[in-house]
């Protein structure tokens, strides 16, 4: 029997569970992604620029933009660019390391913190509403299958 999947009102034959699969994580994706845009937005925020702040909440000692980049959920080929627009909205502070003039040391603001505070409930909410039907239970294994996904664990 072949795989199927319904894409929006037709169904569409798939070449294998695995391209089911990962054509629905895709939607799936999307669709959260799409959620969290008017959250964000309160805070005049992209998710990127999110995901830099809670990275760089995370790491209060500050990170070279090289490490932000690895840490990031999805790559961005101008970093540099992105932290500019943070930096200037005073997200984000840049400085140079004394020991070593070539790396560049990015920290969160105060005013990044506090933008990162004022979204810390409006994103859990958004989260619980658009995940919380699934339960405790299923929300583990869910969580447990991505990272096998990913290859974090067998």
Not at 10 to 39: I, Y
Request: net charge positive.
């Amino acid at each position: 029997m072949t795989p199927k999947s319904q894409p929006r009102g037709k169904q569409r034959v798939m070449r294998s569970p695995e391209e089911a699969a990962f054509l629905e994580l895709l939607r799936t994706t999307e669709m959260l992604s799409r959620g969290l845009v008017p959250v964000l937005k309160a805070e005049d925020l992209s998710a990127t620029q999110y995901n830099v702040l809670r990275i760089l909440r995370g790491a209060p000692e500050g990170l070279p933009c090289g490490e932000i980049a690895n840490r990031m959920i999805s790559r961005d080929p101008d970093v540099t660019r992105l932290l500019d627009r943070l930096e200037k909205r005073g997200l984000i502070s840049r400085s140079r390391e004394t020991t070593d003039r070539r790396m560049v040391v990015t920290r969160i603001t105060s005013e990044g913190l506090q933008s990162l505070s004022r979204l810390d409930n409006p994103v859990q909410q958004a989260h619980i509403g658009q995940l919380g039907h699934l339960g405790r239970k299923r929300m583990e294994l869910l969580t447990r299958l991505l990272h096998v996904c990913r290859g974090e664990e067998s």
